[in-house]
């Protein structure tokens, strides 16, 4: 699975922004889809993922309630709304793609993107 994340940029705070993420080389439906992001000096966390059919998303707990994630399979491409940002969710963002179900470590996914930096401004 080849994927390419897109849609980063600068946005103020209590902003929003929407990143895509494109699949190819695969039928993205058999896939669960994640999204981390990993601040500088810091590790890569896990934001938000979804199940390979769309009905299960589950998020970190620090972006519950203003991330959503979502998919269109038809499309091969995952998506992650993004709304009321906060400067501390400066980051690169990065889609990745898994087998089977569940996931919410990094060691779990076996295809990444290159990642979208996302900067938020106070």
């Known amino acids: 699975v080849q994927l390419q994340a897109s849609g980063g940029g600068t946005a103020q705070a209590g902003g929003s922004l929407r990143l895509s993420c494109a699949a190819s080389g695969r039928t993205l439906s058999n896939y669960v889809m994640g999204w981390f992001r990993q601040a500088p000096g810091k590790e890569r966390e896990f934001v938000a993922a979804i199940s390979g059919s769309g009905s299960s998303p589950y998020y970190a707990y620090f972006v519950k309630g203003r991330f959503t994630i979502s998919r269109d399979n038809a499309k091969n491409t995952v998506y992650l709304q993004m709304n009321n940002l906060r400067p501390d969710d400066t980051a690169v963002y990065y889609c990745?793609?898994?087998?089977?179900?569940?996931?919410?470590?990094?060691?779990?996914?076996?295809?990444w993107g290159q990642g979208t930096l996302v900067t938020v401004s106070s």
């Open positions: 990745a793609a898994k087998r089977d179900s569940g996931g919410t470590t990094r060691a779990e996914y076996d295809y």
